[in-house]
């Protein structure tokens, strides 16, 4: 049995860690860390996990908890990561990051969108976890960065059409709408029911931190680099992504749907519509699903993908959790054929 902790336990990501490891038959919750509820249950921060995950907070101490697991998922903000994570690697830990902090390649990018970063040193061995992508990789790593919800749902929906060479990777546009608990749990006004519901806007419009992310993912898939326009719109639902991606095609496209069945016909966690159908976020809510629909527009020649995921789970803690299975040897959809929510 493997023992796994999570370290910053009180958060949405945390609490659908939690959530899907207690079905998992490979693992033990050993570790739960959180400095607001240390000393509680987790049960009692989150009350739907009560009778299966009573597991008590702990403030966060390294030294004192890295003994008691053997695996770790790192639940917290970008630059607290860094400063935990070398400490579990060092430990000789595996560890799965859900933060920013190690998603990057490059340290100049990340301190251009984020901030200085304290732990350069293991940005070169940090895999980009989207298993999709990066399998084989992620299989050897011992630390894998967990990718962000927005990038998830672009860097799927884009993938066949830039690694055949089919679309002019200098002319996407991507259109991005998520649920409020994309901006986490912590109290944020713009966050607040009042401020959300009944309401539709967009927000870090051409400045939003997922976009290098973005970038270097799709530049890796096209062998050039790549520069997007992106813009991301928060809507009155309490989970989910749609992404709306539009881009060039260099020849009249036909058979789209058969292209991506046939790119992702190995994927169980990539769903493609047929022709004429498209995704939306009550068809994959609650799992670890992408949904992706295509359609080729004649009129003006661009090829327009639609991608749906969850953003707390395909988004978030399933991929984690995938990212896990696949670092520890065990079936990659362990603890994750979760059917979506409907209604």
């Known amino acids: ?32 860390t959180s400095r607001q509820y240390a000393g509680k249950p987790l049960s009692h921060v989150f009350p739907s996990l009560q009778g299966r995950v009573d597991i008590l907070c702990e403030d966060l ?10 695996f770790f998922f790192t639940a917290v903000p970008h630059q607290t ?21 190690f998603r990057i390649h490059d ?4 301190e251009q ?3 200085a970063h304290s732990a350069k040193d293991l940005l070169a061995s940090a895999v980009y976890g989207l298993p999709e992508l990066h399998r084989d990789a992620i299989c050897k790593s011992q ?16 993938a066949p059409l830039l690694k055949s060479g089919l679309v002019d990777p200098e002319t996407i546009i991507i259109d991005s709408k998520s649920g409020v608990s994309g901006a986490g749990r912590a109290a944020q006004t713009g966050a607040l029911f009042c401020e959300v519901a009944d309401g539709f806007k967009a927000y870090k419009v051409g400045e939003h931190r997922h976009t290098p992310e973005i970038e270097q993912e799709l530049g890796g898939l096209c062998g050039k680099p790549v520069t997007v326009s992106f813009t991301p719109h928060l809507v009155p639902m309490s989970r989910g992504i749609l992404s709306t991606i539009y881009a060039k095609a260099v020849k009249p496209l ?11 016909r190995d994927e169980e966690f990539v769903r493609v519509c047929p022709t004429g159908q498209y995704p939306a976020t009550q068809y994959i809510r609650g799992s670890n699903y992408c949904d992706i629909g295509t359609k ?12 749906a995921i969850d953003n707390v789970v395909k988004g978030a803690s399933g991929q984690a959790v995938q990212n896990m299975n696949l670092m520890c040897g065990f079936p990659e959809n362990t603890g994750l054929r979760i059917v979506p929510l409907f209604p």
């Open 1 to 32: 049995m493997l023992k796994v902790g999570i370290v910053g336990a009180s958060g949405y990501t945390g609490a659908e860690l939690a959530r899907i490891l207690c079905n998992h038959p490979e693992v033990e919750l050993t570790v739960a």
């Open 61 to 70: 101490q390294v030294e004192a908890l890295v003994d008691r697991a053997d």
């Open 81 to 101: 990561a860094m400063d935990i994570v070398p400490q579990l690697i060092a430990a000789g830990k595996k560890v799965v990051d859900l933060s920013a902090d």
């Open 107 to 110: 340290a100049q990018v990340y």
């Open 113 to 115: 969108w984020y901030q």
């Open 143 to 158: 630390l894998v960065a967990n990718p962000g919800c927005y990038p998830t749902s672009v860097i799927l929906g884009l």
């Open 254 to 264: 036909s058979g789209l749907s058969e292209l991506y069945q046939d790119y992702y």
């Open 296 to 307: 080729f527009d004649p009129r003006t020649g661009r090829v327009i993908i639609l991608s």
